[in-house]
């Protein structure tokens, strides 16, 4: 898991999601990562990111293949897990399938088991 670490989407369009879980056998001495190498993005939603966190970013990251995102929201913090869709969606592009969305428990299987107690996460 790291933080502030690019994601290279494509040849001149890099993005920084607020945090990143990725393969382990990525070297360490590079500064971004390639799409198929990110198991999870995760992007925590501000009052100045809401937009681009909810529509722009997902879209990117899906069309990129990034299997997984999850969007967090504060003020009542909520998590909403996201998992890339088998097939394309209503626009015709790779498109995320919600997962789960939680205040309290987020319990999930994929992309990795994991029991996270939302409720205990202050803004």
């Given at each position: 898991m790291t933080q502030a670490v690019g994601v290279a989407l494509d040849t001149d369009h890099i993005r920084r999601p607020d945090v990143l879980v990725?393969?382990?056998?990525?070297p360490a001495e590079r500064?971004?990562?390639l799409p198929h190498e990110v198991v999870l993005a995760v992007e925590v939603v501000s009052p100045g990111t809401r937009r681009t966190d909810r529509?722009?970013?997902p879209a990117?990251?899906?069309?990129?293949?990034?299997?997984?995102?999850?969007r967090v929201e504060q003020n009542p913090v909520r998590v909403h897990a996201y998992r890339l869709?088998?097939?394309p969606g209503r626009s015709g592009n790779r498109e995320y399938e919600l997962l789960a969305k939680a205040d309290e428990l987020l319990e999930l299987v994929d992309?990795?088991?994991?029991?996270?107690?939302i409720g205990?996460?202050?803004?």
């Open positions: 990725y393969r382990a056998e990525v500064h971004f990562l529509f722009s970013k990117e990251y899906a069309a990129a293949g990034i299997a997984c995102y999850w869709a088998d097939r992309p990795f088991p994991i029991k996270l107690a205990e996460i202050a803004p």
